[in-house]
């Protein structure tokens, strides 16, 4: 039997708190916020670090089974970026992964992420693009860029300059609240 109170975060490196303690990633953040204001939804992060989008799309059926999520949050995309892969096949596993999660009886909230131009402006842009195209085509409610308050301060972000600081992921939560919060229902 499906819950009605599952939030399944579905991502990589930025949503398993890469570089910081687990309790101080946007999850947990999130998890304490839905706690504190009164929602009783359970959250499960089955983010991984350096996660792309093909072995995210093996890994969903199974996590849709298990879980019974209501919300999928879902933030990949990014490791197929910075390894250069093909935007076809970033656009394709996204693709069936809104399909998977729908089919699931899940509401999708698509997490956007946009790169540095290390292939090329070109591609940087249409990956980026990739995201509110997905989100137009399913009609998803879409978070632009998951790092849009954190990415251009350096005080807010690790030493590698792709992961937020324990001091930046409260702003990441707030980008993906006001997305996320209208989904919701209350107790």
């Known amino acids: 039997m499906a819950s009605d ?6 991502g990589d490196s930025l949503s ?10 946007w999850v947990a953040l999130l998890t304490q916020r839905l706690q504190s204001q009164g929602y009783g939804y359970q959250v499960v ?4 670090s350096g996660e792309t989008s093909t072995g995210g799309l093996q890994r969903l059926p199974r ?11 879902l933030e990949l995309g990014a490791n197929d970026a910075l390894r250069g ?6 656009r394709d596993n996204l693709t069936k992964m809104v399909q998977l999660s729908q089919a699931a009886g ?3 909230l698509l997490v956007g992420i946009r790169i540095p131009p290390n292939y090329g402006a070109r591609y940087a842009d249409e990956f980026a693009s990739i995201y509110p195209s997905l989100a137009k085509q399913y009609q998803l409610p879409l978070v632009p860029f998951l790092l849009d308050k954190v990415a251009l301060n350096p005080g807010l972000m690790q030493e590698d300059g792709l992961h ?7 702003q990441v939560l707030d980008t993906v609240w006001r997305e996320l919060e209208p989904l919701l229902k209350k107790n």
């Open 85 to 90: 892969l093909p935007l076809t096949l970033t």
């Open 45 to 48: 992060n089955a983010s991984v």
């Open 63 to 73: 996590a849709l089974e298990i879980h019974h999520p209501t919300v999928v949050i």
């Open 5 to 10: 109170r599952t939030i399944l975060v579905f």
């Open 16 to 25: 398993a708190a890469y570089g910081i303690r687990s309790e101080q990633g």
């Open 164 to 170: 937020p600081t324990a001091r930046g992921e409260p």
């Open 106 to 108: 899940a509401r999708v």
